[in-house]
């Protein structure tokens, strides 16, 4: 067992995953893709073998324990695929559908599917506010991102996925404390509520998983434009 394989395999342990000899294969795939596409595309600041293995594999996979992999899930901005390719490798009966708003991620995330053999998992293209208002709307009974905006302005771009009885589970730093306070009135209004937070803590990262349980729908208002999202954050 060569040391990317051992680091691997003991970072996604550590985060409760127990990966196989084909899984292993498909994340190392997953990585020599990565580096050579970032080489034409921009795809990721982190370019060392071993930090891709924990900060953005393992890191990505600390969100499986929490999910049933017969159910379906959205990644909302998926950039590179992260998290929800991660999540499809370790979870095979898991329907991912990742979007993003930038075609030539997407293309770079069709050929790791393709490489990768991956099924029931389809790429779209489009904005978050566009797909939350279409037929994407209350389709999912997980959505995710893993993204740097406030918990209020996430919540309002991706509870709308949601259907009633799921959760959106966002990742978010280890202080979330006024956060979680400032969000609350608006995560009610969109239809959600603060179910459980999460502390991972492990090889030196540190980060919340902020889960928000859907329990009616979202009003058909929300998600607003990004400049109205913005400028006027729910509170």
Not at 83 to 110: E, H, Q, W, Y
Not at 119 to 127: D, I
Not at 136 to 143: N, P, T
Not at 173 to 185: C, N, R, W, Y
């Amino acid at each position: 067992m060569n040391n990317l394989t051992t680091l691997l395999t003991q970072s996604a342990a550590t985060v409760g995953v127990e990966l196989s000899p084909t899984q292993i294969d498909q994340f190392l795939q997953y990585k020599d893709l990565l580096l050579e596409w970032n080489e034409k595309i921009n795809l990721t600041a982190i370019t060392d073998e071993h930090e891709i293995m924990v900060k953005h594999f393992a890191d990505s996979l600390s969100l499986t324990p929490y999910l049933e992999d017969s159910k379906n899930l959205i990644d909302v901005g998926t950039g590179a695929g992260f998290p929800g390719l991660p999540l499809k490798i370790a979870l095979p009966n898991l329907n991912v559908t990742l979007l993003d708003s930038l075609n030539k991620r997407l293309v770079f995330v069709n050929e790791v599917i393709n490489t990768l053999g991956l099924t029931h998992v389809q790429t779209v293209h489009s904005r978050a506010e566009d797909g939350a208002r279409k037929n994407l709307r209350e389709q999912f009974d997980y959505a995710t991102a893993r993204a740097v905006s406030r918990l209020s302005v996430l919540a309002e771009y991706c509870l709308p996925y949601v259907k009633v009885g799921g959760t959106f589970i966002a990742y978010k730093g280890a202080d979330v404390k006024d956060e979680l306070a400032e969000s609350a009135s608006a995560i009610k209004i969109l239809g959600g509520e603060i179910s459980e937070v999460k502390e991972i803590n492990f090889l030196g990262i540190s980060h919340s998983l902020i889960m928000l349980k859907k329990y009616r729908q979202t009003s058909a208002q929300y998600p607003r434009t990004p400049a109205k999202i913005s400028q006027n954050p729910i509170k």
